[in-house]
């Protein structure tokens, strides 16, 4: 799943994208009511974790009035210090899909996401992608081709989820390296070239035809017609 969080605690917001991001989600985080604004309203995301209290001239509420009036009904897990009941009432009614009071459990919050997302989407019917045999769960987060299950590290997945995304298209390493890695610079290393290997190994050593090809000074494309 892609993410914005928008928190301004660094403390928190580092707990939080660690976990998400271990988790193979891809993360954006704003620190400011400003910046969370902008994000959310220019990119497409699956979920929102969203703080009340924040700098930047506009809190968590304003956010989510400010979206919902535009027709922006990006699932959005409201997390607060201000955990009293009247305050969970007033976030939710305010447009608020969820809301999770700190202190909090990681998992708890990674729960929710979950549900949110897979409400949302009809009960996950949607959140499978697929090319060819191979097919990837995101909610159950299982990876499967012709009905053999492939277990993946959370950074394969990741950049397995991304490339089945834009299946049947050239994906850059730049595109790579901004969206899996969230580099915004290029760190001179192989990264991409070790991971695509691991992950060639696994989906399709094992199986008759590939799937992902390497379409030479560009970048990679997910295919069943090669």
């Known amino acids: 799943m892609k993410i914005l969080v ?81 305050d969970r009432i007033r976030g939710l009614r305010a447009g608020g899909d969820d809301y999770l009071a700190k202190p909090f459990v990681y998992g708890e919050l990674a729960a929710r996401l979950e549900a949110l997302v897979r409400r949302g989407q009809g009960g996950g019917t949607d959140t499978v992608l697929g090319v060819g045999d191979l097919r990837l769960d995101q909610l159950a987060r299982k990876v499967t081709r012709g009905g053999t299950t492939i277990p993946l590290q959370p950074r394969e997945f990741a950049l397995l989820e991304f490339l089945l995304r834009h299946a049947g298209q050239v994906v850059t390493r730049t595109m790579l390296l901004e969206n899996v890695w969230d580099y915004h610079f290029d760190p001179q290393t192989n990264v991409i070239d070790v991971m695509i290997s691991k992950l060639r190994q696994k989906i399709d050593a094992p199986f008759d035809r590939p799937l992902l090809h390497t379409v030479r000074g560009v970048g990679y494309r997910m295919d069943a017609e090669g």
């Open 6 to 86: 928008v928190e301004d605690s660094e403390q928190v917001a580092r707990f939080v994208l660690n976990g998400l991001r271990e988790d193979g989600h891809t993360v954006d985080h704003a620190a400011n009511g400003r910046d969370g604004l902008f994000m959310a309203s220019s990119e497409p995301y699956d979920a929102i974790v969203l703080d009340r209290m924040l700098p930047g001239g506009i809190d968590g509420l304003g956010i989510i009035e400010a979206l919902r009036k535009t027709g922006n009904h990006t699932p959005i897990l409201i997390l607060s210090a201000l955990g009293a009941v009247d």
